[in-house]
Nanobody
Framework: QVQLVESGGGLVQAGGSLRLSCAASGRTFSTYAMGWFRQAPGKEREVVATITWSGGSTYYADSVKGRFTISRDNTKNTVYLQMNSLKPEDTAVYSC???????????????????WGQGTQVTVSS
């Protein structure tokens, strides 16, 4: 079992930055790939970024590429999402997930989530 708790969300002006954290319980954190997802009101959940268990491979959705950075610290059982140059369209509930990449070796959008966090709200004002 892995429990995930996100933090770091909030209200920020367009162009600002936030760093989300996802703290995991359990000694098996380092064996899981991790992902950040978001869901805006009235929209489907979408993948934002994913990272392999080692941190050696990452994937980003086109909408956040160049602005967001996913990273992890396996010594602290934590995965991060650094979000820069935020836009109003980034407003959503952001959730982290632990899982794997079925059928692939590196990070991709093809992520199978085994565990989810509860989510944290990010609101970007214009």
């Amino acid at each position: 079992q892995v429990q995930l708790v996100e933090s770091g969300g909030g209200l920020v002006q367009a162009g600002g930055s936030l760093r989300l954290s996802c703290a995991a319980s359990g000694r098996t954190f380092s064996t899981y790939a991790m992902g950040w997802f978001r869901q805006a009101p009235g929209k489907e959940r979408e993948v934002v970024a994913t990272i392999t268990w080692s941190g050696g491979s990452t994937y980003y959705a086109d909408s956040v590429k160049g602005r967001f950075t996913i990273s992890r610290d396996n010594t602290k059982n934590t995965v991060y999402l650094q979000m820069n140059s935020l836009k109003p369209e980034d407003t959503a509930v952001y959730s982290c997930a632990a899982g794997s990449f079925p059928g692939t070796i590196g990070a991709s959008r093809n992520f199978r989530a085994d565990y989810w966090g509860q989510g944290t709200q990010v609101t970007v004002s214009s």
